[in-house]
């Protein structure tokens, strides 16, 4: 089976921040509209990953909150839910999080025998622990969601350094950024994205699917496999 088409899904501030300086309070970037879109874009996925630095940071549920969404899944012969994803490279896992205990099947990518060890011990069945190399780890990671787990598309919901890693190896097959009225302005704030090498590097220009107002925010739809170095 070839690999899931991949789905960076973000919200960013008008300067480039996922969010505050660690240990604020979260900062809210979009708004009730966005929040029903991006609920639509995870209820027509197979599988939602997050990093662990992420639901160590926010906890968050990770769900398709939609009843008729989740409905239209299982009349499709679907989960009702996407199947959930964090990675790891230590496997330091909460088991009161959020994450375990709401919806659907959970999966741990687990980078290394030491964190798949770890992981395992600290979950005691709440999620299923795939052990994947620290070598070429994206690229392993997503054959194994493909063979293994049958995910045919996935959206990845960050963090920043996630996003980094996977336009950087180019294995992002689409971008959706939504921009915030809001000026962060904080040197140690959260990045959306941090140094790379990029492909084509700094003249390479990504090829634009689709731009849209929705209420306050602007949605920025992506192809970050289609390159070019002139403007289209």
């Known amino acids: 089976m070839s690999r899931p088409y991949v789905l960076l899904s973000a919200a960013v501030s008008l300067d480039g921040y996922l969010d505050t300086r660690p240990g604020e309070s979260r900062l809210l970037l979009s708004n009730p509209q966005d929040f029903d879109r991006v609920d639509s874009v995870r209820a027509s996925v197979d599988a939602i990953l997050v990093g662990a630095g992420t639901l160590r940071a926010d906890n968050p549920r990770l769900l398709v909150n939609s009843e008729t969404r989740r409905a239209a899944r299982v009349a499709a012969g679907l989960p009702e839910y996407p199947l959930k994803i964090t990675i790891t ?29 770890k992981a395992g011990k600290a979950l005691a069945g709440l999620a299923t622990i795939q052990g994947v190399p620290q070598d070429a780890t994206w690229a392993v990671a997503l054959d194994v969601l493909a ?22 190896q180019h294995l992002a097959d689409e ?13 140690d704030a959260v990045r959306m994205l941090g140094p790379a090498h990029y492909m084509g590097g700094p003249s390479a220009r990504l090829r634009l699917l689709e731009t849209r107002q929705i209420g306050d925010v602007v949605l920025l739809r992506y192809a970050p496999k289609d390159i070019s170095t002139e403007p289209r």
């Open 89 to 117: 490279g230590s496997g330091d896992l909460d088991p009161d999080w959020k994450f375990w205990h709401h919806g659907g099947e959970k999966l741990v990518l687990a980078v290394g025998s030491k964190a798949a060890e």
């Open 147 to 168: 063979d293994v787990y049958g995910v045919r598309r996935l959206m990845v919901e960050g963090g920043g350094t996630i996003h980094t890693q996977l336009l950087e």
């Open 175 to 187: 971008l959706h950024l939504v921009i915030a009225p809001l000026l962060v302005g904080q040197s």
